[in-house]
């Protein structure tokens, strides 16, 4: 199993970008999908999460400016984030809840992590 992240980059304050997040492998069910960041110095923090039902929930400091969505078909989750401001820097981790087969054995990690994406945002 392999969740794969992209899109992040650098941009201007004020600007816009879109995260993806992409899970395959021999998956059984996907539970809650969110996104994590860290900046430097700092510790992981929850930008956004979403329920396999697709109810979301937002950190404070994002909430108005970004949103989450995903696709239970495709198993995919995005973040898109407007008028992103400096103290969003950050290398971004998408996480999920994940049920698969390996080995032929049913597993659960509640959570999985993908490898960070960079999000600068200068001022």
């Known amino acids: 199993v392999q969740l794969q992240a992209s899109g992040g980059g650098l941009v201007q304050a004020g600007e816009s970008l879109k995260l993806s997040c992409a899970a395959s492998?021999?998956?059984?069910?996907?539970?809650?999908m969110g996104w994590f960041r860290q900046a430097p110095g700092k510790e992981r923090e929850l930008v956004a999460d979403?329920?396999?039902?697709?109810?979301?929930n937002y950190a404070d400091a994002v909430k108005g400016r970004f949103a989450i969505s995903r696709d239970n078909a495709k198993n995919t989750v995005t973040l898109q984030m407007n008028d992103l401001k400096p103290e969003d820097t950050a290398v971004y981790y998408c996480?999920?809840?994940?049920?698969?087969?390996?080995?032929?054995?049913?597993?659960?990690?509640?959570?999985?992590w993908g490898q960070g994406t960079q999000v600068t945002v200068s001022s």
């Open positions: 996480n999920a809840d994940i049920s698969y087969s390996s080995g032929g054995r049913y597993q659960r990690e509640y959570d999985y």
């Open positions: 492998g021999s998956i059984f069910s996907i539970g809650v």
């Open positions: 979403i329920s396999s039902g697709g109810t979301p």
